[in-house]
């Protein structure tokens, strides 16, 4: 099997068709793959370190820094933290997650494997806008791909990943276009 890309470089490689500019990249981690996609793209690029810190403060760090860039979409790719309440609340409509479920089934971790111990015939990918509760956003936009009797957690992750690289930014430019908002708790179409 070969590697697959992140859905991060799909982000990357598809801001030049889309109505989108990627600004800047922030990381907790010192050394991820995606500060480097972005350095390899020059787009400016950020360590926000999390250890030692209470949610709050962290988050607190991170919104001022999205602020200062003057980033108006936040698109959360692999950023494996829950954010605060108070920061989802105040990124409200302008806060995406790409979930590798059918959301809202399978929030959380291990999805793929609970997938396959489930015996589900379909598995896929969501774009949602982020609220305070885990995996609970409203859905800009879906897409299924088929379990296969001989899949590993793996290999579909794999399937699940290629969708994800046409979904996330098609959702982004729906945000960006204004052609979906998030209004009183719903993804509503325009």
Known sequence: MT???PAFA????AQADGFYRIVLVISNIEGAEGLERAASATIPTRVIPHKGKIRE???AELDAALRAAEVEIVCLAGFMRILSDGFARAWEGKLLNIHPSLLPAYKGTQVHQRV????EALSGASVHFVVPELDAGPVIT???VPVRPDDSPQ???ARVLEVEHKLYPAALNLVAEDKVKLEKGLAVFR
Do not use: H, K, V, W
Not at 10 to 13: D, E, K, R, S, V
Not at 116 to 119: D, I, N, P, Q
């Open 3 to 5: 590697m697959i890309e």
């Open 10 to 13: 799909a982000l990357i490689a």
């Open 57 to 59: 403060i962290f988050d």
């Open 116 to 119: 396959l111990e489930a015996g």
């Open 142 to 144: 879906q897409a299924s």
């Open 155 to 157: 290999t579909l992750a």
